[in-house]
């Protein structure tokens, strides 16, 4: 018998059946959906609604049923239509009628609004020690290479000197709003929507805070129209993922670009790196390139479920079942995206004799030959100037700018005098801007 069967006979066509069935995906959720059945039946219990022996039957079913899943004594019934019904027919079977008394003062509406927050707050959570354990691998990594020194890039193009330490620690802060955001998706979906019914509340004389306390929820929903359509907090953790995604993408392709003999900035050991088929002296980063095109399947969950939500009147469709799926592999890409870059990032030798030549060689010191020139008095706009036609000079040389001999400066500017080659000096370009 469904859940359903009230005006139906409940006897659908198979094909509708199979397209209906959700269990294959929120049987996911299934520790959730006792948790909460936990709760509500507390709930229940406390303000009369269950007499005290029907609620304790049905708690200890439930707690039964979890430890049964989890010593694998139970297997979730895969022909069953979700989750929700699963528990419930396995439940009654256990305790018998009792059991039928679970779902007072429920719909499935609230109940799996319920199980998802629970389950996107516990995901969320894991996420954030993936990313704490990011964060100090790469705090490791840059009080190792404070004063590595390496080439800056502003369209791909060598720009000035700066230490590998700013640039991981511009990594660093990318992840750092990562924590921050997902901490404001959590509060905001830190509401419980327990209590809300199908769409307009319940005539049982129910105390939602009860539940909500004992889900660990901040609160419960303020109005239960909303409690049961609202997936903001599905729609916010996938934006919130996609925009991880897309600084561990950005992450990946400087991995790959200082991976390749054209950088020669980094190399990858043999565990994290793979070879080719036909071409026996090929190292590929597919570790990055994987993570690199992933991005593309989390952002494509986010524009889907906007897709699928932008059209829905309030309150509950069916619609929403879409959106678990999506959830579900955006944050299983997300996890397993940080489960394997954090130990390449513990792993990957960097090169600093080749970073340092590679600052040396691109000029990056112009615009600091030209703070030179303004400190002894010169305009900026006159000092630019005299730079660029400086590194054209040493270009056509097959010179740097360090190693021109002072003659060669002075024909540009009478300002010029030897210590100039300290003021050029690289470590001296980085120091003079606090980065050593």
């Not at 609604?49 to 049923?65: N, R």
């Not at 007072?104 to 704490?132: E, F, M």
């Not at 419960?220 to 996938?238: H, Q």
């Not at 597919?286 to 969950?301: P, Q, T």
Request: glycine share 10%; with cysteine; net charge negative.
């Amino acid at each position: 018998m469904k859940l359903w069967s009230g005006r139906t006979s409940g006897e659908i066509n198979p094909a509708l059946e199979a397209f209906n069935r959700s269990i294959g995906f929120d049987g996911r959720m299934v520790k959730e959906d006792i948790q909460g059945s936990l709760a509500h039946a507390a709930m229940l219990g406390q303000c009369g609604i269950l007499s005290p022996e029907d609620a304790e039957a049905v708690k200890g079913g439930l707690h039964g049923i979890l430890a049964d899943l989890e010593s694998g004594a139970l297997a979730i019934d895969r022909t069953a239509e979700d989750v929700h019904t699963f528990i419930e027919a396995e439940l009654t079977r256990r305790i018998g009628e009792a059991g039928k008394r679970l779902h007072t003062g429920r719909s499935r509406n609230d109940q799996v609004a319920c199980d998802l927050r629970l389950y996107a707050k516990s995901a969320l959570d894991a996420l954030q020690k993936r990313l704490g354990a990011l964060r100090d691998t790469l705090d490791r990594r840059i009080s190792e290479h404070k004063a590595t020194v390496m080439p800056g890039y502003t369209h791909l193009q060598r720009a000035q000197p700066v230490t590998l330490a700013l640039h991981l620690g511009a990594w660093r802060e990318m992840l750092s709003r990562d924590v921050s955001r997902i901490g404001g998706a959590v509060d905001r979906m830190d509401e419980c929507p327990l209590g809300a019914g199908a769409l307009a509340g319940v005539t049982y004389p129910i105390d939602r805070s009860i539940t909500a306390r004992a889900l660990g929820f901040a609160r419960p929903c303020g109005n239960p129209m909303d409690a049961v359509s609202d997936r903001d907090f599905v729609l916010e953790t996938l934006s919130v993922l996609s925009v991880l995604m897309v600084h561990l993408s950005r992450m990946s392709e400087e991995v790959v670009l200082w991976c390749s003999s054209e950088f020669g900035f980094a190399s990858l050991p043999d565990g994290f790196a793979t070879g080719s088929s036909i071409m026996p002296q090929k190292k590929n980063p597919d570790l990055c390139e994987l993570i690199r095109g992933k991005s593309g399947r989390v952002f494509g969950h986010l524009v889907g479920t906007l897709t699928m939500m932008k059209g829905l009147p309030l309150a509950y469709n069916k619609d929403m079942q879409e959106d678990k799926e999506a959830l579900f592999d955006a944050l299983d890409t997300v996890s397993a995206c940080l489960e394997a870059f954090t130990p390449m990032m513990a792993a990957i030798t960097f090169r600093p004799e080749r970073m340092r030549a590679a600052a040396a060689e691109g000029f990056l010191n112009a615009t600091d030959c030209a703070d030179y020139l303004v400190g002894k008095g010169l305009p900026f706009r006159e000092a630019y100037r005299i730079a660029g036609a400086l590194v054209k000079e040493c270009a056509g040389r097959g010179e740097t700018l360090e190693t021109l001999p002072i003659g060669e400066f002075q024909k540009h500017s009478v300002l010029f005098d030897t210590d100039v080659y300290d003021s050029l000096n690289l470590e001296t370009c980085v120091k003079r801007r606090g980065l050593l």
